[in-house]
């Protein structure tokens, strides 16, 4: 399983772009890059999955370089009940077990 | 449609006693997991079923750990005796396909052993 590795922590405020960059430079052919966020006393919740360029939904966009060993998961224009940890998890999509980091905490501040 | 629900939200047992934790997937959804994070730890996959039968459980962590999944509908999740570091939060997920990251997580059952 590729290692990921991301900011153990970040701070904004409302209203502003977010970008959280995450490494996995033993990125595997075959794997997808997945996003999980995950608010207090509640489960992982998928935000967001890609294989390489550019993924958006409502929620979030994933960008990923043509090498694909890191990728930035961008969420616009911030609220207060964006404030959650963020993981980034990295595997082949035909091998079910998720495996989480220890995650990104945002802050997000009036 | 209900999303996952765990059962129950916290339990606070003594150790040596038995717990027995329920979870009740997505309507429809074959795969069902299990994943736990104790203390200050990441979350861990503990085991995956697809229907009734158990697909991968290379993450359980010893024979104190049972799961069940009998007609393929909900699951339970028994442990038997609990130790002082089975403390934490578990959590079940469930998804549609196999081979889907895109799981759908219940809120979680805490576990407190003392």
């Known amino acids: 399983l590729a290692k990921t590795t991301q900011p153990i922590s970040m701070d904004s405020y409302e209203g502003q772009e977010v970008n959280i960059t995450c490494s996995h430079n033993?990125?595997?052919?075959?794997?997808?890059i997945t996003w999980y966020q995950q608010f207090p006393s509640q489960g992982p919740r998928f935000i967001i999955q890609?294989?390489?360029t550019k993924v958006t939904n409502e929620v979030a966009s994933l960008f990923i370089p043509a090498d694909r060993k890191s990728s930035t998961l961008s969420l616009p224009r911030v609220s207060l009940s964006d404030t959650a940890v963020y993981y980034c998890?990295?595997?082949?999509?035909?091998?079910?077990?998720?495996?989480f980091g220890k995650g990104t905490m945002l802050l997000v501040s009036p | 449609e209900a999303g996952v629900t765990q059962f129950p939200s916290h339990s606070v047992i003594e150790k040596g006693q038995t717990v027995t934790l329920r979870c009740d997937p997505i309507?429809?959804?074959?795969?069902l997991y299990w994943y736990r994070r104790v203390m200050g730890k990441e979350i861990k996959f503990l085991l995956h079923?697809?229907?009734?039968?158990?697909?991968?459980e290379s993450g359980m962590p010893n024979n104190r750990f049972l799961a069940e999944r009998t007609g393929g509908t909900y699951s339970t999740l028994k442990v038997q005796p609990a130790e002082l570091e089975d403390s934490g939060v578990y959590f079940c997920?469930?998804?549609?396909?196999?081979?889907?990251?895109?799981?759908?997580f219940g809120p979680g059952t805490r576990l407190t052993v003392t």
């Open positions: 997920a469930s998804s549609h396909g196999q081979g889907n990251y895109e799981q759908y």
């Open positions: 033993n990125i595997a052919t075959n794997d997808y």
């Open positions: 890609g294989y390489k």
């Open positions: 998890l990295v595997g082949d999509r035909g091998y079910s077990t998720l495996t």
């Open positions: 309507s429809g959804h074959d795969n």
């Open positions: 079923f697809v229907k009734e039968s158990k697909q991968d």
